[in-house]
């Protein structure tokens, strides 16, 4: 269906995360047992249990705005959990793989932020200041998540996969 109004395209906007955020939480924990860090396997964990209460906040969202909350396939996110599922495939189970998940899990999260902001955006013009304060918060979140990710990376994951010997697993 073509939008024709900013508030047609904000709740097409919302069924997309929805539906990202949906695909999301059924892949973290395949992404979650295919990780060998206990650390890197926690903050995957609470991001999970952050992305149930993204859901949530999108329902109340969705209820807010007298809409039901129904998704629109996000292609987006099934691309990128695709990728993540290759990842897992493709490289085997250490500190490879797990530097790798990590650059997914930051691309998910680099998605998450852009849809949030833009719907954010959207409820503000529309003049729906408690739906945008709700979409804010879980972009928010995922600001952190991604943060948290990345320290992460940078302190013990990277430096582990750097001391994988060349050529090895293959």
Known sequence: MKQTTLR???IDELEDILSAEAQLVMALPRIIAAVESKDLAAALTCQLEETEGQVKRLKEVFNLAAEPAQTKTCEAMKG???ESAGVIADIELGCVRDAALVGACQRVDHYKMAAYGTTCSFAKTLGYDEQASRLSASREEVSKTN????QLAATKINPAANMTPIGAGR
């Open 8 to 10: 047609h395209l904000y």
């Open 80 to 82: 990128l959990l695709k």
């Open 147 to 150: 943060e948290a990710l990345g």
